[in-house]
């Protein structure tokens, strides 16, 4: 056994200095990431976007309220949700960050009162980590009532607005596209860089001399597998600490779990790299299987589109692509300060996956 394991750091060691001396391989494995993420968070780190995603949950039978419901309808600050009718919905959506923000109007909203003119209070959710958000829909609604009361003639205002945290923490947009970008990072790390390195080395004869040596299969794969661990850590490290002082990323869950999560999800996505680099003769035969299994996953686990916009049956099955739990494990961790026991779900896949990978990785390989 030490014998086995001294092989094993041996190849991990040996690898980690041609890495760190190949200039091309750290620019695309570390730094490329982080111009993603410089573009996405630029583009997602502020919300200055003027209109809002909103659930109206209309509770008043009044003649007001159905006119004023469908006067926000029509207009162009707020994008009011439909198929949204219940405010357990509602929240769960919002923590998701499918709305800004959610908008009640109670029973008793739009109904006359003693002098006959129609008054009420309306309630707008907003979550603890966006309360810049809810506080300008808030104070959009202030606006429009105040607008009301005025043409009204009733002083002091008969409509008011009542602020209410939803007691969770939700998804900004930073925080969702984030945590898709760390899969990017893991997919990109682990699939591309191995599915290149072990077709190379087998057309230098490298493998060959290793088996020669005599050097198992296992070896070299677990060998491979430290070191794209440390590697794909190393730049998820580098991503967190850009995120916190540049995007004033907040972590609300458990570093510690997030570390661990990190790691089990990059030792099954090497798997998927071993596998390809492993099988593959030479590049050419390597790049076109990278591409084909790397593309369905970028766009199908919720890196760059969420996966609530896909029709229902859609997400059903995209909910068991190996990437899908890695990226939903990351947000749950990072803003619903998920416990192991919440992601039950997420490691139970990425656990199956992870083991059928690495048993058609050692059948499979090549070593020319």
């Known amino acids: 056994m030490n014998k086995y394991m001294s092989a094993v750091l041996g190849i991990t060691r040996a690898y980690q200095i041609r890495f760190y001396r190949d200039k091309v391989a750290m620019f695309f494995t570390i730094l490329f990431p982080l111009i993603f ?29 159905t006119q004023f419901v469908d006067e926000m309808k029509k207009g162009e600050t707020f994008n009011v949700q439909e ?26 909203f739009g109904q006359p009162g003693a ?14 980590g966006s309360e810049q958000t809810g506080r300008t829909v808030a104070a959009v609604m202030e606006q429009i009532l105040a607008e ?41 790390t682990t699939i591309f860089g191995l599915a290149n390195s072990m077709p190379a080395e087998k057309q230098r004869g490298s493998f060959r ?18 070191h794209y661990l440390i590697t794909t850590g190393i730049s998820i490290v580098i991503m967190v600490l850009v995120g916190i ?18 790691a089990l999800s990059t030792l099954m996505m090497i798997g998927f ?38 029709p229902e049956w859609l997400q059903n099955v995209t909910a068991y692509v190996p990437l899908t ?32 990978i690495y048993l058609l990785t050692i059948k499979v390989f090549r070593w020319e």
């Open 325 to 356: 739990p890695v990226v939903d494990g990351f947000r749950r961790i990072m803003t619903e300060n998920a416990s192991l026991i919440d992601l039950g779900p997420e490691l139970a896949i990425i656990s199956v996956w992870g083991i059928v």
């Open 83 to 108: 198929d949204i009718t219940e405010i357990e919905d509602a929240k769960e959506r919002m923590s998701r960050g499918e709305v800004d923000s959610i908008i009640v109007l109670p029973e008793s």
């Open 273 to 310: 790299g071993l596998l390809i680099g492993g099988w593959a003769k030479n590049e050419n035969q390597a790049a076109p299987a990278s591409n084909l299994l790397s593309f369905p996953l970028m766009f199908l686990s919720g890196i760059f589109f969420p996966r609530f916009l896909f």
């Open 148 to 188: 009301i009361n005025t043409e009204l003639g009733q002083s002091p205002p008969f409509f008011t607005v009542k602020q209410t945290s939803t007691g969770d923490s939700g998804l900004s947009q930073f925080d969702y596209t984030f945590a898709g970008l760390l899969g990017f990072t893991i997919l990109g």
């Open 209 to 226: 001399r290793m088996r020669a040596a005599p050097f198992k299969p296992s070896q070299l794969i677990l060998g491979n597998s430290l």
């Open 115 to 128: 002098d006959q003119k129609p008054a009420g209070e309306m309630e707008v959710y907003y979550q603890q």
């Open 245 to 262: 002082l540049v995007f004033d990323f907040q972590m609300r869950g458990s570093w510690l779990i997030f570390a661990a999560f990190a």
């Open 37 to 65: 993420l410089f573009i996405f968070g630029t583009i997602f780190g502020s919300n200055s976007n003027p209109s809002f995603k909103v659930a109206l949950l209309n509770e008043s039978e009044s003649q007001f309220a």
